[in-house]
């Protein structure tokens, strides 16, 4: 059974670096093929691909966003990390990480974790 | 950056069947990704490369493929499949993932 969730701040200040970590069950980083992504929803609006990162610690970012996203895994512990600097109001939304699989679904984002909301607010 | 142009949205009666498209310059290149997302809870996969259904997801929806139009229908609509609905792809060089920008679907 494939689980993941979501962790970190709830508020972050403007300018300050938002710090996210997916920790996930029933399926290892170490497999070919299998990927982790980050994927947010402002309130009210439509999903947002931010990264990507894959089993072989190849990663895919946003290209509106590139410059400000960093996605690390820590395979020992099943953690993927998101950070993205100088947040702005603009990026107040949940937060997903979700499971990228190998084989007939992949290039899908199968299991999603429950989301985290995140305000970015003085 | 590349697209994938959704409606906002479409009603349709009990019973009947709704067709939500999704269209994309790459798509006669890349799979398309259908999701379900119902208030307050994560999407979940209803649709996977074009038209392939994962186990649990019921045999009123499907996919299909027309070039650079894809088209999620729902036969036989239930009150219970009112959501937004959200295609999901790449681009042309598989490099990078797009959503569009989601479809509600309301069930008069």
């Known amino acids: 059974q494939i689980t993941l969730k979501e962790s970190g701040p709830t508020l972050v200040k403007p300018t300050q670096t938002l710090t996210l970590t997916c920790t996930f069950s029933?399926?290892?980083?170490?497999?070919?093929?299998?990927?982790v992504g980050w994927i947010r929803q402002p309130p009210g609006k439509a999903l947002e691909w931010l990264a990507l990162i894959y089993w072989n610690d190849d990663k895919r970012y946003s290209p509106s966003l590139k410059s400000r996203l960093t996605i690390t895994k820590d395979t020992s512990k099943n953690q993927v990390v998101l950070t993205m600097t100088n947040m702005d109001p603009v990026d107040t939304a949940t937060y997903y990480c979700?499971?990228?699989?190998?084989?007939?679904?992949?290039?899908?984002?199968?299991?999603w974790g429950q989301g985290t909301l995140v305000t970015v607010s003085s | 950056s590349y697209e994938l142009t959704q409606p906002p949205s479409v009603s349709v009666s009990p019973g009947q069947t709704a067709r939500i498209t999704c269209s994309g310059d790459a798509l006669p290149k890349q799979y398309a990704y259908w999701y379900q997302q119902k208030p307050g809870q994560a999407p979940i996969l209803v649709i996977y490369r074009d038209n392939g259904r994962p186990s649990g997801i019921p045999e009123r929806f499907s996919g299909s493929n027309s070039g650079t139009t894809v088209t999620l229908t729902i036969s036989g609509v239930q009150a219970e499949d009112e959501a937004d609905y959200y295609c999901q792809s790449a681009d042309s060089s598989g490099t990078y993932q797009v959503f569009g920008g989601g479809t509600k679907l309301t069930v008069l």
């Open positions: 029933g399926f290892s980083l170490r497999t070919t093929g299998v990927g």
């Open positions: 979700a499971h990228r699989p190998t084989g007939t679904t992949s290039g899908s984002f199968d299991y």
